[in-house]
Every structure is written in C-alpha cells, then in structure tokens.
Nanobody
C-alpha cells in the first residue's frame, strides 16, 4: 500500500521553472517504480517521466526530454519533477504514480497501482 500526495504546482510564465514534489507513505516505497503523468482537459492522461525502483534509470516523454528531470529520495520517501523552460502546452494536472515493478520503468498508466490527487500546473504565454 502506497499513498501519494503531490505539491508544488502553480502558475508560471513561459520559460519559467517549477519543482513538483510527491510525498509517499508506505514501507515498500523503495520497491516501486515511480512516474509522473499529466492530463489536460479533454485529453488522455499521458506519461511524462519515470524512474525505476533503484533510482538508476529514468525515462522521459519526447515532449519534455531535456527540460524535465525526475529524481527520488528513498530515505525521505519522495519523488520530484524539476520542470524547466516551461511551455504553455505543459499546462495540465500533474499526477504522481507508483508501479509495483522492479525491472525498469513503464509508460502505460494502466500499469500503475497508486495515484496522487494531482496538482495543477498552468503556464502562461
């Protein structure tokens, strides 16, 4: 069982930065691959970034590669998403999710077992 809670969303201008945080509860946190997803109104939930259970491998959507960085701190049960050079098309609700998987990262949201409530990110032009 893992409970997740995102924070750090807000309103920023294009070109700005935000750092999202995800606080997790549960003793088995270190065994989960973690991912960030986002969903804009009327659109499907899409994969943004993922990190494996060991924290050694990361995966990014092409749309954010080079701009976003995912990291985890298992000692603190947290996962972060540093977002730089933000664009209006990054506007969405961002969700933290946990995947009980120990062999890398997966991009399919159906694979993830636990989800946070989401945090709104709005990028103005």
């Amino acid at each position: 069982q893992v409970q997740l809670a995102e924070s750090g969303g807000g309103l920023v201008q294009a070109g700005g930065s935000l750092r999202l945080s995800c606080a997790a509860s549960g003793r088995a946190f270190s065994l989960y691959a973690m991912g960030w997803f986002r969903q804009a109104p009327g659109k499907e939930r899409e994969f943004v970034a993922g990190i494996d259970s060991g924290g050694s491998h990361t995966t990014y959507a092409d749309s954010v590669k080079g701009r976003f960085t995912i990291s985890r701190d298992d000692a603190k049960n947290t996962v972060s998403l540093q977002m730089n050079s933000l664009k209006p098309e990054d506007t969405a609700v961002y969700y933290c999710a946990a995947d009980n998987f120990q062999a890398g990262t997966r991009t399919n949201p159906m694979r993830y077992d636990y989800w946070g409530q989401g945090t709104q990110v709005t990028v103005s032009s």
